[in-house]
């Protein structure tokens, strides 16, 4: 009697076990999907260690909603179109499979260019507004303070950005015009950022690639803790920017 509640009980317990990863695995495709951040290429906005949700039915759904991306259709289902200054998760065109994370700059129609580090709209310059410098820590402990701006899309978005060099190889492009079903997308920190300005790395991007939109920030750590160092961890967490709204 004993050996069959036991057999029983493994049982219930297999069952629990598949059906909480099936759940998982639903809101994970259709509704928020977990990313950290492993570059500096969106900074100020977000910071190596970030760790955020992306709603996954905010856009609308492709292959690319789903784990490994299988080619079962083609295009998007229940498609919603980007706003400027959205922060988006799309798979790299080049490979459709490396996840990027960048602003949406320029939607189908768009004309975009940078001039002087400025970047212009449909042929008009993008407000924006020196603030205070943004203190940048290197690798090596070192600070530097850098150029840091609040740029304000004509549709009202606004966020910050920073000037890393000048005269860089971005800031001064030829004119992009967006094609039907693509999108133009850049990151924050301009002058340390492939994107869109740059073709043979990431281009355009098509509305099939989009993942989705960045929303919230739920943890971020520094990286002064390695991960078996747990009497540590308290004092790696950014606990500031814990729960932080990246709607702009």
Do not use: C
């Not at 080619?71 to 289902?77: D, H, N, P, Q, T």
């Not at 798979?91 to 320029?106: E, M, Q, V």
């Not at 939607?107 to 993008?126: C, S, T, Y």
């Not at 098509?206 to 004092?235: D, M, Q, Y």
């Amino acid at each position: 009697m004993s050996a069959e509640k036991s057999k029983g009980g493994i049982g219930e317990t297999v069952r629990t076990i598949v059906y909480a990863v099936l759940i998982a695995g639903v809101i994970r495709t259709l509704a928020f999907e977990p990313f950290n951040i492993p570059s500096e290429s969106m900074l100020p906005t977000l910071l190596v260690g970030d760790y955020l949700f992306v709603s996954k039915y905010s856009y609308g759904y492709s292959r690319h909603s789903l784990p490994w991306s299988p080619s079962l259709f083609s295009g998007r289902v229940m498609e919603d179109v980007p706003k400027r200054g959205d922060i988006a998760v799309f798979k790299l065109p080049r490979d459709n499979s490396t996840d990027y994370i960048k602003r949406i700059i320029g939607l189908p129609g768009d004309r975009i260019q940078m001039k002087q580090g400025e970047l212009f709209l449909n042929g008009e310059l993008v407000t924006r507004k020196r603030i205070n410098d943004f203190a940048y820590q290197d690798g090596f402990g070192n600070v530097y303070f850098v150029p840091q701006y609040r740029e304000t899309l004509p549709n009202g978005a606004s966020y910050l950005t920073l000037d890393l060099l000048q005269n860089s190889d971005h800031d001064d492009t030829r004119e992009y015009l967006v094609p039907p079903g693509h999108y133009f997308a850049m990151g924050d920190n301009r002058d340390n950022s492939l994107d869109s300005r740059v073709d043979s790395a990431v281009g355009l991007v098509p509305a099939e690639n989009l993942v989705g939109r960045a929303e919230i920030l739920f943890f971020s750590t520094n990286g002064s803790a390695r991960f078996w160092e747990f009497w540590n961890w308290p004092f790696a967490v950014r606990y500031g920017r814990l729960f932080d709204g990246l709607r702009t």
